[in-house]
């Protein structure tokens, strides 16, 4: 079993969800470094396969990332980052600061060979749907993204829906606004060509909105700022009708009366809308492994963020990615001409 | 009362649809000259107000916009373009292709002087909430929009939601991933420092994707191709999360009698979901009126997009809007050094 370097600090639900969230996480043998406040989390030193090492700085969501992260070596995720680079643990999990986390991973794991920009990769659970779930990048790394990067994305997302999810060959599509290849931005119709033409992915074409939860793909790539709206969007719209039938069922006696009938049965839905499911989302094309857990994340959204990136790490998701992308031939070219931190170039925009 | 030029081809539900809306629009009092078959629309010769006009071509979804605009004078939606051009009607409807009407409408009626781009906005009705529906725009006239058209975009859909959805001082945001101004792609942190001291707009700031449905703005800014997406994820969102409670509602016989007690209370949410409330999106930033009913519109619908049109034209939108694009500056310098057609350089990416 992998060890993870879970940040103790930044969870909007207090230190008491990070003991609980590892307690979680270590019964099913994950072994733990949890980086934190020793006065807050001295209850992770009464927990089997934890290990609580003192971080005395914390980055909140107020700054600004690359700043904060460069003059900051002693933060939680800085010191979480960097005990994944020095191999003392395998993966590293946060639930503060999205930008931050991303930041000190970026930093301290740096990226895959010829990736240009890692992005962040979330699995959509879809109500009612069985099955896997659809995988959505970026979804917030990037906040402009170029058509080399879109197909990028496509194999950084099929290689981990193949490794972690357990997909067998994943379908790719890319998020558009018809399902015509000339169809979306230019960047788009230019990504929508290459992906056409792309090697060892299965690429089905453009998909929209509407689609976006209706399992066409198991693999879905738009740009940074698409992803992240449409997914703060689908977390908005679902709360609306949610709260819209509660609402309902508060406007009489009888309807009252059925909205208590229905509600068992509403469980498995409530749980399919709760971001605690997934554990969060994970940063895709670095040498490590980094888990961005939601900030509002209960004890359970902790555990199973640390849950994702052991699992990570035991499917050699890092390792398999390094092999599609080179047997695609993206670790050719790609980085031609750049610096190697051209990925940071947009950080600030996070 | 106006006229309306009324595309009767085209609607996905036959033209049993349009003579139907065409019944209910005129029962208002307001006129209609309706294009299409003969044949199928005869129907519309006994409706009190609304006239008949032979249209022998059609452009439909599948064919790209602006060849088959450019090539077939005589289609229904071209004439019905014309038609308003011409000052027989003071309005068009049509809800055939969308693609199709734009560009008729662009090409018949042209823009509004120093308007860029003409923008796409739709009325969001937020289930639950009442009040006026947030304006939501692009919705897709431009797959790709620079911070000059976004800044455009804001004064056409403050002018609308002033004179035609009676908001006396629309509150103004920026849809992006974080609240902050430096956040989102290059082009939005642009437009947000432009926003920011434009004069004449009441700017609330950026907006996130789960706050699209909260009432927090009037009119919500975005490129055309997040605008589209965004549009069809609620739809698709909205769908799913229903058809869960629906599913719910079937898995056992307490359930299905608890269904059974809510369903009543439910109407007024189904009815907030139904694209057909709204009518449709309307063309911003031309010197005429251009509705784009919803493809699938019912009778309903057809009758909404009517009335949308015909209460745009009764609140001199265009002339309001005018104004207020001259008041803010904005038809000095904006077309400098473009060609007259340069808003349609994109048009095949619709």
Known sequence: MPTVALDGRGAERGPETIVAGARGAAADGIRLRVFGDP???AAVEQID??????????ITNAEEPVAAVRSRPRASVVLAAQDVAEGRSQAMASAGSTGATMTAALFALRRLHGVRRPALALQLL???RPGPPALLLDVGANAD????DLVQFAY????FSEAVLGVAQPRVALLSVGEEANKGSAEVVEAHARLARAEGLDFRGNLEGQDLLAGAAEVIVTDGFTGNVVLKTIEGTAKTVAEAVRAAARSG?????????????????RRQLDPDTTGGAILLGLRGVAVVGHGSSGPEGIANAVRLAARTVDQSAVERTAKL???AGMTRG??????????MRDRKEL
């Open 39 to 41: 006065a807050t989390l």
């Open 325 to 327: 992308l080179e047997r």
């Open 145 to 148: 993204a170029r058509a080399h």
């Open 126 to 128: 879809v109500p009612g």
């Open 253 to 269: 006696p009888v309807a009252a009366a059925g909205g208590l009938l229905l509600r068992p049965s509403l469980g498995g839905l």
């Open 334 to 343: 790609g980085l031609r001409g750049e610096s190697p931190r051209a990925g």
């Open 156 to 159: 950084l997302g099929a290689a």
């Open 49 to 58: 396969g934890a290990e609580l090492v003192p971080a005395v700085e914390e």
